[in-house]
């Protein structure tokens, strides 16, 4: 490459720098969270920080921050009882592939003053724009706003806790620094989650940054959990085993006769 | 003091569990049952998922039958060839049911048929077994004993072939209605999650004619046999048996159990059947009104793979 070339390409990212220089920082209390016996629920505080370079001049407009934690994906089916000759039983279903096991969505102003529409349902924000996609025998490809299934998947979801929206939950400390805490309830799913914070201003995105969250069972629930799932057989002998030990000792400590 | 279950996936409160395994221990003490038919809608009502619900209760019944087994080990009161083949019959039977039970769960069907049996099956039971206790009562106010076996009846059941000879039971009947009792109360149980003595019991008695003096001990061997057989099948099929919850059943049940035994000896039979019968029935009502009140939330979610469904 020709020094004048060299030349251009760096006038050409100078130029590119001001749209892009907010950077944010991230940093979550923890990376780990660990089930074992005495868990009743966990919580995430999630730290972040705006830095912008020595060209870009303080604007006067608020940063808004969106911070959206998903869960590891899965398959639900979602059923609805109907009245079918005097008693009520599941008659029809909709299976949803690939939703967000839990999803909690924590923002310093509701999502329609942060930004418009079309960004909130490009970057899937908020439960109204999570997309539901249906299994294929179901007869559609993904389940609306509106979709009875959906909305009703949404509600229990909610009051299982694994589903939450705080519109007001990310506080400014200071001008640049940001904070919330992301509850977790004592039946949230294992696996891998994924922190993203979205910076918005005057409905902009200016940047976007992912953390994982890894959620595991730790110790003995792990290790039975385990040998549940892979060793069904010697599980379920080892539970037998115990049961009849401890129907034995029963029967040697009670006995009357 | 708060437990998370590895299995259900959710924390429990210990003391409550325990509380529960102590009274269901305690009335299957005082009334000579297995409890599971107590056990499993409770822990069902608590939040605990179904499929976990019935695969944990099928490990405490082995636990209960057991220690109740073991006293009518020592006062021979066990015919062990009528158990033998009441067992592997039984073995049969959970096996089935077991089968039946991952299909159900497969199609959303579980729950409800498990509400329509045991409606079926405990207002049925409930209702014959407080008849026959209310006339018992009736009869002891008039001065005259009930036999509960009247000797020298011969039904259709005595017709049938391959004759086989209960010496401990002074029997010589055909092996089929045994195995069928036995492949019979095996499904049920896997599949309800009861030990299902409150219906072998009186299916022994009446169909088979088996002496009272045996016919507890013998049944509480096929429980076992049937339900440990039950439980392994619930673990290799469903992962869905949860070990620390049926250990704080079992722990609860088998204390609960001794207390109940002790205040069951100062009770008439007739009084304790009666009181059975009635909660038989109490159980199977609850599961009708579920079935036939409209319920508050018409969806539920169920995982695609898992326990938890």
Avoid at chain 1, 118 to 135: A, E, N, S
Avoid at chain 1, 205 to 218: D, G, H, M, T, Y
Avoid at chain 2, 48 to 66: E, G, M, R
Avoid at chain 2, 189 to 201: A, D, N, P
């Amino acid at each position: 490459m020709s020094p004048q070339g060299l030349l251009l390409a760096f006038a050409v990212l100078l130029a590119a720098l001001p749209a892009r220089a907010e950077t944010l920082i991230v940093a979550l209390s923890s990376q780990q969270v660990r089930i074992s016996s005495n868990f009743t629920g966990s919580s995430i505080t999630v730290f972040g920080a705006v830095e912008r370079d020595a060209a870009t001049v303080s604007r006067a407009a608020f940063y808004d921050v969106v911070v959206v934690v998903k869960g590891p994906a899965e398959t639900v089916v979602t059923r609805k009882k109907d009245r079918f000759l005097g008693v009520w039983l599941n008659r029809s279903s909709r299976t949803f592939v690939n939703v967000p096991s839990f999803y909690a969505m924590h923002a310093s102003r509701p999502l329609e003053q942060v930004t418009t529409p079309q960004l909130l349902k490009r970057y899937q924000l908020g439960t109204d724009q999570i997309v539901f996609p249906v299994v294929a025998d179901d007869g559609a490809v993904s389940a609306e706003a509106g979709d009875a299934y959906r909305e009703a998947f949404v509600r229990l979801k909610s009051n299982a806790r694994l589903y939450q929206s705080h519109p007001y939950a990310v506080s400014f400390p200071g001008a640049e620094i940001f904070q919330t805490t992301i509850e977790l309830p004592a039946n949230v799913p294992t696996g891998r989650y994924v922190t993203t914070v979205y910076l918005f201003r005057d409905g902009a995105l200016l940047a976007s940054k992912e953390e994982p969250i890894i959620v595991v069972k730790s110790g003995f629930e792990q290790t039975s959990y385990a040998l549940a799932q892979s060793q069904g057989f010697l599980y379920g002998l080892a539970v037998v085993l115990l049961a009849i030990f401890t129907g034995w000792l029963a029967g040697v400590i009670f006995r009357r006769d | 003091m708060q437990l998370y279950l590895p299995i259900a996936e959710l924390p429990v409160n210990m003391f409550i569990i325990f509380g529960m395994g102590a009274a269901v221990g305690f009335l299957s003490g005082l009334l000579g049952v297995g409890g599971g038919f107590l056990l499993t809608p409770l822990l069902i009502f608590s939040g605990i998922p179904p499929a976990v619900s019935v695969a944990t209760v099928t490990a405490q019944v082995v636990a209960s039958s057991s220690s109740a087994a073991l006293s009518y080990w020592r006062k021979r009161q066990i015919d062990m060839k009528l158990a033998l083949v009441l067992t592997a019959s039984g073995v049969v039977g959970s096996s089935l049911g077991i089968v039946t039970f991952d299909l159900l769960r497969r199609v959303g069907q579980l729950d409800f048929i498990i509400a329509l049996c045991y409606v079926t099956f405990l207002g049925t039971i409930g209702s014959l077994m407080l008849t026959e206790s209310v006339r018992a009562m009736l009869q002891a106010r008039k001065g005259r004993a009930t036999p509960l076996r009247r000797p020298g009846q011969h039904g259709w059941i005595h017709g049938l072939p391959f004759k086989m000879r209960f010496k401990r039971s002074k029997l010589y009947i055909s092996v089929l209605p045994v195995m069928a009792i036995g492949v019979g109360i095996g499904f049920l149980g896997s599949l309800l999650g009861i030990g299902g003595g409150f219906i072998l019991v009186p299916a022994l008695i009446y169909l088979l004619r088996v002496p009272s003096s045996v016919v507890v001990g013998t049944s509480l061997v096929q429980m076992i046999g049937a339900m440990a057989v039950a439980t392994v099948l619930h673990a290799t099929t469903s992962a869905s048996v949860d070990a620390v919850l049926a250990i704080l059943l079992m722990v609860g049940g088998v204390i609960g159990a001794q207390f109940g035994v002790r205040i069951g000896a100062y009770v008439r039979g007739d009084q304790l059947r009666a009181m059975l019968g009635l909660l038989v029935l109490a159980v199977g009502a609850r599961f009708l009104v579920d079935l036939v009140h409209t319920p508050a939330e018409l969806f539920s979610l169920a995982s695609a793979a898992g326990p938890g469904s």
